[in-house]
């Protein structure tokens, strides 16, 4: 018992500590403030935080308190940010591992590592690589701490007293962002719902706790701030004029449009992601052909590959410098244009319909992984919550103005799917098979390892 907890210790110590150094060389490669960074590091020179984020609630944003962080962590030393935005990194990797995690083998919430290292930080980057983080991954972080308690109580494990101020802290952290608002929003109010439903059917009291329905309150008030905050309106209608002038004419079936496709075609087409969903699409295949499962759901698995596997050979060659290209890039042409009137709408209806298709087998390609319908629920609902995380930027003109900032909440949902499927893959395969295991761990591993370096070459 001792030698197997020693074990188990160092394999964490070793998995963390590579993290750690990998994120330290990459965040002392970052040595000036650039974009926004800029801004907020000034913004409190001639003001106090309390008028600050008065001025920005009625003119600007409803992230008070992501904003009011994010003015205080701007003016402290870079390293600062670099220390504590390395530790939300190992808090994102150490959640995922808690949630992905429903076995009692502990190896297995290591495999959060190499699918959170998956995370292009390119996408870090738009609006500088703080304010962007603050914004974006530190929410995401906190959101996903949070959830792990969830996911801890639904499997019994008790969790100490200290940590309740801290869960919710982390919680009200998170909720300041629009995204990850509304998918605690949906995600416990469907938990509840179904615990509910089941209740009246078995006659018994609802097995869910108090905090899932605190949780749901919680992200109520948010949705409310979000959507009563007048800065966000403001900010609506100045950006439209600014970068799209017709946006009040533009109907909600186009809006819907625009914003399945920004969700579909980024992690499917992306140079900067295509490891990500590649993995997705991968792992996929890889577990319904070891598993030897129906051909239907083999060849359902093969097509989500075609894209983001022409989209990297693309990239490759063109590191080679190899100029060949597939067409691929072709399908993303309309995404970066402020309307979709500016392409013909047969190209929007072939691509909306060539992405259905995709998401479509991906599912049925889940279905095949899954035996039980609860796994295979959670999966797709994994899936389907990255796209729609995403989709939302579709009813907001600031979409072309963040750019794929606003993908980083789909980026993690699919590290977290990732981390579904290894987790899933490792925990039920038979013992004679742990040749599979190991090829499909080193695979993620790989793509990991270059993920985090790619801007280091």
């Not at 002392?28 to 801004?39: E, K, P, W």
Request: charged share 15%.
């Amino acid at each position: 018992m001792k030698k197997d907890k020693k074990q188990i210790i160092l394999q964490y110590a070793l998995g963390y500590g590579l993290m750690i150094i990998l994120y330290f060389i990459i965040h002392m490669c970052i040595r000036i403030l650039s974009g926004d960074d800029v801004f907020f590091s000034r913004a409190l020179d001639d003001e106090n935080i309390f008028s600050f984020l008065s001025y920005r609630y009625l003119n600007w944003t409803s992230r008070l308190g992501i904003e009011a962080l994010l003015v205080i962590i701007a003016r402290l030393p870079i390293m600062v940010w670099r220390i504590t935005d390395i530790l939300m990194i190992i808090l994102l990797s150490v959640s995922t591992g808690i949630i992905i995690n429903n076995s009692d083998n502990k190896f297995i919430s290591l495999l959060a590592i190499p699918v959170v290292m998956m995370i292009p930080t390119e996408v870090m980057r738009s609006a500088g690589e703080m304010a962007t983080t603050i914004n974006y991954l530190w929410p995401a972080a906190c959101a996903l701490y949070a959830a792990s308690y969830l996911f801890r109580a639904i499997r019994g494990i008790k969790v100490k007293l200290f940590e309740y101020p801290l869960i919710y802290l982390s919680l009200i952290f998170a909720l300041f962002n629009e995204q990850i608002t509304v998918i605690f929003f949906v995600a416990t109010g469907l938990f509840i719902l179904a615990d509910v439903i089941k209740s009246i059917k078995d006659k018994a009291k609802p097995s869910l706790s108090i905090h899932w329905y605190v949780f749901f309150v919680l992200s109520l008030l948010g949705i409310l701030l979000v959507v009563t905050c007048p800065g966000n309106a403001n900010r609506t209608a100045i950006e439209a004029g600014i970068n799209f002038p017709g946006w009040e004419n533009v109907t909600l079936i186009e809006k819907l449009g625009m914003g399945f496709l920004q969700a579909v075609t980024f992690p499917m087409l992306s140079t900067e992601t295509n490891f990500l969903f590649f993995f997705t699409t991968f792992s996929i295949l890889y577990i319904n052909i070891t598993k030897k499962k129906k051909y239907i759901y083999i060849i359902a698995s093969l097509f989500p590959m075609v894209l983001p596997t022409l989209s990297l050979i693309e990239k490759i060659l063109s590191m080679a410098h190899i100029n060949i290209t597939f067409g691929v890039t072709y399908f993303m042409s309309n995404v970066d244009l402020p309307s979709m009137s500016d392409v013909p709408m047969i190209h929007v209806i072939i691509e909306v319909l060539i992405y259905l298709f995709y998401i479509i087998c991906t599912i049925v390609g889940i279905v095949g992984v899954f035996s039980k319908g609860k796994e295979r629920i959670i999966a797709i609902l994994l899936l389907c919550a990255a796209f729609c995380s995403r989709m939302l930027t579709g009813f907001s003109p600031t979409v072309y103005v963040s750019y794929h900032r606003t993908a980083i909440i789909e980026c993690i949902l699919i590290a977290l799917l990732n981390g579904y499927l290894l987790c899933f893959y490792n925990a039920h395969e038979d013992d004679k098979n742990k040749k599979y295991r190991r090829v499909i761990n080193v695979i993620a591993l790989i793509l990991g390892l270059v993920t985090v370096l790619k801007p280091l070459i």
